[in-house]
C-alpha cells in the first residue's frame, strides 16, 4: 500500500515538471511603462482583423501582414496608455455606464439574434465586446474630463465665414434651409473636427512620454 502511494506520489510529482517545462511563460509583444500588452490579447486582435478580411474575400500579402501586425500592436500600446492616464485620472469601469450603452446598441438591431450575429461577425463574445465598450467609454470620460473638449468653440472669423457660405451658396435658393440650422449643423462638424484634432495632439504627448519596448511579434 505504501508503495502505491509513493507511485502515485512520484506520477503528480512528474506531472508537475512536465507541465511546467510545456507550460512557458508567453512573451508579451510590447512592454508600455512597465506594463506588458500581452500576446493574447495580440493574436486576439489579429485573428478578429483577419477574419474581416476573409469575410470580404480578401487575402492580405505578406506585407500587408506586416502592416496589419504593426497596427495591431500599436492599437494596443495606445490603449494601455489612455488606460494608465484614466486610472490616473481616476476614472475606472466604476465610472461608466456601460450596460445603458450596450442596451442601446442593443436595441438598434431588430433581434436578440441579429445582435449577436453581428458579434460575432465582428469575432467578439458579449464578455469581450462589453470590456472594449467599457475601454471606449473611459477614453471618452478621460478626454472630455482633461481636454474640456466641450468647451471648443469657433471663433468669431469662422462664425462669419459659415454666415458667407449660406449666403452665397444657399440663400438664393427655394429648398434652402434654414440659416440657423446649417450654421448649427457645420459648426457642430467643425467642433468635431478641433476636438479630434485636440484628441490626437494629447495622445501624440502621451505617446512621446511613455516608456515603449517592442517586443517580437
Not at 27 to 41: F, I, K, Q, S, Y
Not at 58 to 76: H, K, N, Q, T, Y
Not at 86 to 109: F, H
Amino acid at each position: 500500500m505504501a508503495k502505491k502511494a509513493t507511485s502515485v506520489a512520484l506520477i503528480f510529482l512528474l506531472g508537475m515538471v512536465v507541465a511546467g517545462c510545456v507550460a512557458e511563460p508567453v512573451e508579451p509583444v510590447a512592454v508600455v511603462n512597465g506594463t506588458e500588452v500581452t500576446r493574447h490579447a495580440f493574436e486576439n486582435e489579429l485573428e478578429r482583423t483577419l477574419k474581416i478580411y476573409d469575410l470580404q474575400g480578401v487575402e492580405p500579402s505578406e506585407a500587408d501582414l506586416e502592416m496589419i501586425r504593426g497596427f495591431i500592436v500599436d492599437r494596443l500600446i495606445i490603449d494601455t496608455i489612455l488606460l494608465e492616464a484614466a486610472e490616473t485620472a481616476g476614472i475606472s469601469e466604476d465610472s461608466v455606464d456601460v450596460d445603458t450603452e450596450l442596451m442601446l446598441l442593443r436595441n438598434s438591431y431588430a433581434s436578440e439574434r441579429a445582435f449577436f450575429e453581428a458579434l460575432d461577425a465582428e469575432g467578439y463574445s458579449l464578455a469581450e465586446y462589453r470590456d472594449l465598450l467599457v475601454r471606449q467609454l473611459m477614453f471618452r470620460q478621460l478626454f472630455f474630463t482633461e481636454l474640456k473638449l466641450h468647451s471648443i468653440e469657433l471663433a468669431t472669423e469662422e462664425i462669419e465665414e459659415l454666415n458667407e457660405f449660406y449666403e452665397t451658396q444657399l440663400a438664393d435658393r427655394e429648398d434652402a434651409p434654414e440659416r440657423d440650422e446649417v450654421i448649427d449643423y457645420l459648426t457642430d462638424l467643425i467642433r468635431a473636427e478641433k476636438s479630434e484634432l485636440v484628441i490626437i495632439e494629447y495622445m501624440e504627448n502621451l505617446w512621446d512620454q511613455s516608456d515603449i519596448e517592442y517586443l517580437d511579434f
